[in-house]
């Protein structure tokens, strides 16, 4: 089956990208919205009929879905093992992964029209759109993890693009900045992690990495240091490149000011996709980590519980309607982190790799979702303070619906989709690992809570003194709402376990009620409690946060992480390394330059003097010397 | 030993050579310095004369003593006056030029006196202005002619050159002081 | 007439003579005494130049001529010199080497 | 006429034009054309030079025409290229040609300022194609010259103390380098026979090792001046912020390639024993100076300051890929030379532009100006992203091939060095966005600065011009890989024989 074809899913999105951006000035907002929005219409389509190509149609060897490579070109050479390929390879996740990304992408392009509407730089964010499509799906068929690290960046330059779109609002700008140093920071791990791996195994290419029964995957054994082997610290090393992406304790801080970015942003970027491509990176390089590096595997699922913990406890508390969901992309994210983590591969192991990988799908419909409804009632009210709204059910009936749908699904109601997709994890962690399985419950309790805090807040409570009439976006913004409430509700039914798996061979699964029930339990719990808090105006919360003053201030404050990082760099790095640096190179290196120079100047002024104009003084000077020269060459030779 | 008149002659002019020389540059009075030169070429060409080179004494008296002489003290009736004194040197100039000076003259007559010289064999020649002559305008082998026109251009240069040096240039004057 | 008198004689009486010039060439501030200075420095030389052709060589005229030339050699000299420290009287109303010192700086 | 002698010689008939131009716009007008055809002269080199490997040219050197010199000493004009020098060739007729239209209004002294500026280029370009060191020695002189003389008088700021510091410390570099190739010389010819100036003659001789190893510091460093080598890169930042915009483009574009160019074919070439054995001292440097230059910038105000220092990063970036001695470290380190090249051009052009309206270069006296300035802003990210090695532009290849060449070398020393360096990516991401943060983005600092004009013709010809070849090379790298392809192979040959 020839899939060459499939080159066009991202190449179209740049073409656009191209003709807009050059054109910036020159064409009317519609023509950038349609073209915009008609590439990725296209691009939808052929990535959904990928998928049932793929899927459905294509040669599976011993009911094994294969890797299949449509499209490779070697673009540039480093050795002869090593080089840098363009191309598409197509897998479950890959394909998965188209499908995640043209439809957000296409539902936020959509979205869009309606909610950018009059805005200045109105061409500009949708060649920026296109821009970060095309690099997404550049990710997402990567065939090597250089041309994933190619797009990695990309995909890094259009989300700093589109959060510091609001260019002259200094917060926007320092968000953008934020977000780009620390994942490049984060970035840079990657790429030393890619040069380790590269020199141990001496191929960039997934599909040899990734071969269990390759040579590749032996390689680095050695112990490296810190009774670790090389191949571990390798992986660690991109994982901490995946965190940075994928906003995992402790390079998280990013996210929540990356929402100065305009909503449609943030749930295309900072919501399904590009936040996933830690989760993606993992699974593309699962059977590495394994086979060969079973510790840096438990770094990944440590680092995803704690991040999923601790991303939950700071949702709780916070105001911002899009931090909250900020905060809670990265503890779902975690979730899927965590999956990864405690999975194995193949056969009934692998069923956290493909827990991860159903949520990955599942979480990126209802959190755009969510961040698109966010969107419509800010569009609506003109705020982002959950304080300054409340009742908005009666203005915004549509929002209203979807966002508690989506709010259900996160919750982990049945039998919507987050529900299936959440229990395969605590099943997967449930025999893996207790601690992980604990903490995973209570994260799940603390999710229905914060959620629905959100949900009750938003659309019930006291209703405040709106300036001018909330009113329902119109149907380019409610249009996506209804879809990717469908897609939330429904895609829960898709049988990711016959599809996406960790070595192509369909599972055979059944909900395990020992775990169910308990997560459902909890999520209702979580559920009614926000009810009881949050639906009418009551002063329990307040109580609360009273008692638990130092912890609420603290997690209120995201844990002083912020402050901790502030520290390191403006105190340590600018003032510390930074600073000095600019004055050893003025004074110490330009000074010793400088010195040479002066040392010049003062030996020639020292020994002007000698060169008076005063024929006498010559003449002295000439006479003693001729009369000394003379008696010592008369004593060298005669005596 | 019994001392010979050319003895006596010869001691008498070479006090008068050393006397008047240390004179010359010792006095502060510069017209006076002058006379003391003038004292010093007159016994030199003492000496020439001893020496039995009587052209070459006459031409010291001529052009040395007469016509050199009246050069400088022309040029300090020109610049200076008569009666000024010159200040004082400073000691350490002098006892520093004494040291020089005194150190080469014992080196350079130490030398002298322990070095054996050897005189030619060969017969001396009897000094008349015929052979001066010939030999100034000979080309051949003990012949001056080369260096004669040498010297005859550089007089001539020399003149030349003092003329134009001593003309006075007042436009020149005027633009280096337009300069500063 | 100079049997009982050695060469080195002469030629010591030419060295003092020369090194009492080079005395007065290094203490004397004023140009004219200096050219006086330098005079007696080339009469010392002239001395020696005649002394030595006399005891050493009396069968050629060597250095007889050359005391000729220095003669010649000396008064060119002090032409121009003389030339040269009129102009510089002119210009900066003294004679003394030390104020003579535009060339400096 | 050999086609590279064309290439001297076009310079040197603009010039000549110049002298009988009328005004300035004849002045300018002659240098935009003779640099029009040097650009075209340049594209028709490269054109000549592929179809003659494609036609199975194996030789190391192409185009070589050689004519005597000083018979008495064996100096000879000889020149020829390969692929590296083609390359830098081409890097240079595009700085020169855009450096032309940024100097479009120069205030005064029109005519003696584009002389001077071509005089230097003629010295760039007899350098690249010069294999006779003394020939090659002749125009490095030549190019360097001419910088006094327009720091000196188009400068701004402390100009005559830079153009000071600037050219006594090339000068010095250039008297190291001259006991470095003097020594050499010498050495050429150890059986007896003539000395030579050669390269290709001189790389067949074994110069024995305790005389290398007495060389390769006084050629290495003599070049690596030029090249901004710690500690000596400090006449960079000096002489760049008080050099006039084209002057500054040229010079960080162009003549501190010279440096890395010399240091590899020569220093390396030539005396590759000693390179292996002392290299280490240099890669030390250099990989500190990758990092030290990038710190350096962060905390600068004035835009040429910041990007001085970037400079400093990057060039010693190049020598530290030149030292690693892998094919394709030294790969990546030519087309860091390239993309630097213009990337740093791109920024100084930019700069020049932006200080031409708002008067002023210290970064907190602006703010906002992408919305008053678009055209320059944008172009102003995108040469930032190029720096900080975003893919699709030049500066990712060169790093990357860096980086991944180092990575391959076989000692744990240098790979650690390497994970050094790499942490200079970050770093320079922080100066860059800090730069861009508060010079083009947040609010209109000044009310007057809302009556900017944008780009003009002769303003936007430059800078698309150069964005063009950073893309160029972003997006089809193998190109540039493919022109340089063998030609390094001579050299890293004769540095591996002795491992």
Known sequence: MNFTYTILIPIIPFIIFLFIGLMNSKIKPSLAASLGTGGMLISFILSYY???????????????????????????????????????????????????????????????????????????????????????????????????????????????LLIGYYYQKPSAVAASKKAFIVTRFADMFFLIGILVLSFVTDTFDFITLTDTTGSAITQGG???????????????????????????????????????????????????TMVVAGVYLVARLFPIFEISAPDALMVVAYVGAFSSLFAAIIATTQFDIKRVLAYSTMSQIGYMITALGVSGYGGHEGVGYMASMFHLFTHAMFKALLFLGAGAVIHAVHTNLMTEMGGLRKYLPITHITFLLACLTIAGVPPFSGFFSKDEILVAAYHHDKVIYFIQMFVAGLTAFYMFRLYFRIFWNTEPHYHHTPHEAPFSMTFPLMFLAFAAVFSGFIPFEKLVTSDGLPLDLHTEWEVAIPAISVGLIGIIIAFVFYKKESSIPDKISQNLRFFYRWAFNKFYIDELYMFVTHKIIFNGVSRPIAWFDRHVVDGTMTGIGKATEF?????????????????FVFVSSAILLAIAFIFYWFY | MEITGAQIMFYI???????????????????????????????????????????????????????????????????????????????????????????????????????????????????????????????????????????????????????????????????????? | MIENIPLQYFLIVGTLMFFIGVFGFLTRRNLITILMSVELILNSVNINFVAVNRYLYPNNLHGHFFTIFIIAI???????????????????????????????? | MNILSLLVLVPVLTVAAILFAKDNKQTRLFSAVGMSIQLILSAILVYMYVTERQAGNMDQMLFVKDFVWFESLNFHYTVGVDGISVAMIALTSVIIFTGVFTSWEVLNLHREFFISLIILSTGVFGFFISIDLFTMFLFYEIAVIPMYLLIGIWGSGKKEYSAMKLTLMLMAGSALLMVGLLGIYMHSAPDGGPLTMNLLEIAKVKIPLDVQKFLFPFTFIGFGIL??????????????????????????????????????????????????????????????????????????KDLKYINAYSSVSHCGLILFGILMVTKTAMTGAIIQMISHGIMTALFFALIGMIYGRTHTRMINEMGGLMKVIPFLGVAYVIGGLASLGLPGLSGFVAEMMIFVGSYQHPDVFHRTLTIIAITAIVITAVYILRVVGILLLGPIKNDHYLELKDAKWWERLPIITLILSIAAIGVAPFLLVDLIGFSLDPVVEKLLMIH
């Not at chain 1, 995992?248 to 929402?259: E, G, K, N, Q, R």
């Not at chain 1, 020639?604 to 003449?619: D, E, L, M």
């Not at chain 4, 290299?279 to 350096?296: D, E, H, K």
């Open chain 4, 227 to 300: 090249g901004a080598l710690f500690p000596f890169h400090t006449w960079s930042p000096d002489g760049h912020a008080s050099a006039p915009t084209a002057v500054s483009m040229l010079h960080a574009g162009v003549l501190m390639k010279l440096g890395g160019y010399g240091a590899f074919r020569v220093a390396m070439y030539l005396l590759p024993d000693a390179a292996n054995e002392l290299s280490w001292i240099f890669l030390i440097l250099t990989g500190l100076s990758v990092v030290y230059g990038a710190f350096g910038a962060v905390f600068q």
């Open chain 2, 13 to 180: 002019f070479a006090a008068v050579i050393l006397v008047f020389s240390v004179l010359t540059v010792t006095s502060r009075k510069i017209l006076r310095a002058a006379t003391y030169l003038l004292f010093v070429l007159i016994a030199t060409a003492g000496i020439y004369f001893m020496l039995k080179y009587e052209f070459l004494a006459a031409v010291q008296l001529t052009l040395y003593a007469g016509g050199i002489v009246v050069l400088i003290i022309f040029s300090i009736l020109l610049t200076s006056h008569i009666s000024e004194k010159f200040e004082p040197i400073s000691k350490m100039k002098t006892i520093a030029s004494f040291l020089a000076s005194a150190a080469g003259a014992i080196l350079v007559s130490s030398v002298f006196i322990q070095y054996k010289f050897v005189a030619t064999t060969k017969e001396a020649l009897n000094v008349d202005m015929e052979i001066i002559g010939k030999s100034l305008l000979s080309y051949e082998r003990e012949g001056f002619v080369l260096p004669f026109e040498v010297i005859s251009i550089l007089l001539l240069a020399a003149m030349v050159g003092a003329i134009v040096i001593a003309k006075k240039s007042d436009d020149k004057i005027i633009n280096e002081d337009k300069i500063k």
């Open chain 1, 603 to 619: 030996t020639a002024k020292s020994i002007k003097g000698f060169q008076s104009g005063q024929v006498q003084k010559y003449g």
């Open chain 1, 222 to 272: 050695s112990i490296l240091f810190m009774g670790m082997s090389t191949m571990t610290w390798a992986l660690i090393l991109i994982f901490i490149g995946g965190a940075g992406k994928s906003a995992m304790f402790p390079v998280h801080i990013w996210l929540p000011d990356a929402m100065e970015g305009p909503t449609p942003v943030s749930a295309l970027i900072h919501a399904a």
């Open chain 1, 50 to 160: 990928t998928a049932f190509l793929y899927f459905f149609k294509s040669v599976k060897v011993d009911g094994a879905y294969q890797k299949i490579i449509a499209f490779n070109a070697e673009w540039l050479h480093f050795t002869d093992k090593l080089h840098i390929d363009m191309g598409v390879l197509l897998d479950p996740i890959s394909v998965m992964m188209l499908i995640v990304v043209s439809t957000i992408s296409l539902m936020v392009h959509i979205y869009s029209i309606g909610y950018m509407k009059g805005d200045d730089g109105f061409n500009r964010f949708y060649s920026f759109l296109s821009l970060f499509s095309f690099s997404m799906f550049g990710l997402v068929v990567a065939t090597n993890i250089f041309q994933m690290y190619v797009f990695w960046e990309l995909v890094g330059v259009s989300s700093f």
């Open chain 3, 74 to 105: 000396a008064a060119s000299e002090a032409a121009v010199a003389i030339a040269i420290i009129i102009n510089i009287y002119r210009k900066f109303s003294s004679i003394n080497v030390e104020n003579v010192s535009s060339m400096k700086n």
